[in-house]
């Protein structure tokens, strides 16, 4: 896991996340601000806070350490008042770029379960 620091992880996992989120939104609507509103919505950081708690049960021991060490990373003073969720968002997009990098199967995995669990 030493490849790439976790906050590079997490720097990937969002670009990998709003992608994945933009690819299903395109399918809804062709109006612009109803795109951006829907995609807004999935990739803030307190429905990737949900998510995380959603998949707990499915991390491994691994999986759920580098959730815990990307949670603890420090975060930007602007983000301080909503400190709790933006750290929970940046061990949940660490995962995502884990993922990516290392294990595609476990993400495609958790992106079938995230398709039952977004509600457009």
Not at 26 to 31: E, I, R, Y
């Amino acid at each position: 896991m030493e490849e790439m620091n976790l906050r590079n992880y997490a720097y990937l996992g969002d670009a990998v996340w709003e992608l994945f989120i933009r690819e299903k939104t395109t399918k809804l609507t062709d109006n612009s601000r109803k795109l951006h509103k829907i995609t807004t919505d999935k990739v803030k950081a307190s429905f990737q806070a949900e998510l995380l708690h959603v998949i707990d049960d499915y991390l491994t021991d691994f999986e759920k350490e580098i959730s815990r060490r990307a949670r603890n990373l420090p975060i930007p003073v602007g983000r301080r008042q909503i400190q709790s969720e933006y750290r929970q968002a940046t061990a949940f997009e660490a995962l995502i770029g884990f993922w990516f990098i290392h294990e595609k199967d476990r993400l495609k995995f958790f992106q079938d379960l995230f398709e039952k669990y977004l509600k457009f």
